[in-house]
């Protein structure tokens, strides 16, 4: 059976939970002990030679970056979350760097300093707070404009694209960002956090969070 290996803080983690949930994908959830060092072992480090999560075992193939994963998931199981066309194909390709690289890494800096930071502990990067809500500012309306035009970010239906920027977005309420201001993605966000894919692998983001501090 597949195993994925990852943490429930992890928006990278969840985005292949997601997808796998989406696909039908049976697999196993393996959550990785940071404090004890799981990622550091010699049994690990033949999967992720860095160390990081999320990773993937389809019997004995691993598979490591999150991006990757999903697509090769869909890929061998043939999923519409990721057509064989080519055209589309690409546009959803495009979409996925796109929210990723730049939604995606503002997303992070925020997050990170915000929520993690004063945790672990280690010195907050005020910069980059700012530097991060400065990105969504710039990139999060095109991303309104472009789902406004259509169901989904590509097109009527749901596809990895979708599925990859639920999961940068996931958590915002958790690192108080507003997306009130760009109302087809509240609408678009909505939609998909109601359903099987997404309520299978948690209710809400922050729930694991509100348990650590309870």
């Known amino acids: 059976m597949l195993k994925i290996y990852g ?25 990785i002990n940071f404090k004890a060092k799981e990622h550091k072992t010699d049994e690990f480090l033949k999967m992720h030679p860095a160390g990081k999560i999320p990773v993937i075992d389809d019997n004995g193939f691993f598979v490591f970056e999150s991006n990757a994963i999903i697509k090769y998931l869909a890929d061998k199981h043939n999923s519409e979350l990721y057509p064989k ?57 095109i991303v309104n404009e472009k789902i406004g035009q259509e169901t989904r970010l590509v097109g009527q239906e749901t596809t990895l694209a979708d599925i990859n920027l639920l999961a940068i977005l996931d958590p915002c309420e958790t690192a108080e960002i507003d997306l009130s201001p ?12 109601q359903k099987e894919f997404y309520t299978k692998c948690h209710r809400e983001y922050g729930l694991v969070l509100k348990r650590m501090k309870a």
């Open 182 to 193: 760009h109302e087809n993605i509240v609408r678009w966000r909505k939609d998909l956090k």
């Open 7 to 31: 943490g429930d803080l992890s928006s990278f983690c969840n985005k292949v939970r997601f997808a796998a949930n989406a696909i039908g994908v049976e697999y196993e959830y393996v959550k």
């Open 85 to 141: 066309d080519f055209q589309l194909r690409t546009e959803i390709d495009q979409w996925i760097d796109f929210c990723s690289f730049h939604v995606g890494s503002a997303m992070d800096k925020i997050l990170f300093n915000k929520v993690f930071a004063p945790r672990i502990p280690v010195p907050v990067d005020e910069r980059a707070i700012e530097d991060g809500y400065l990105f969504l500012s710039r990139y999060l309306p």
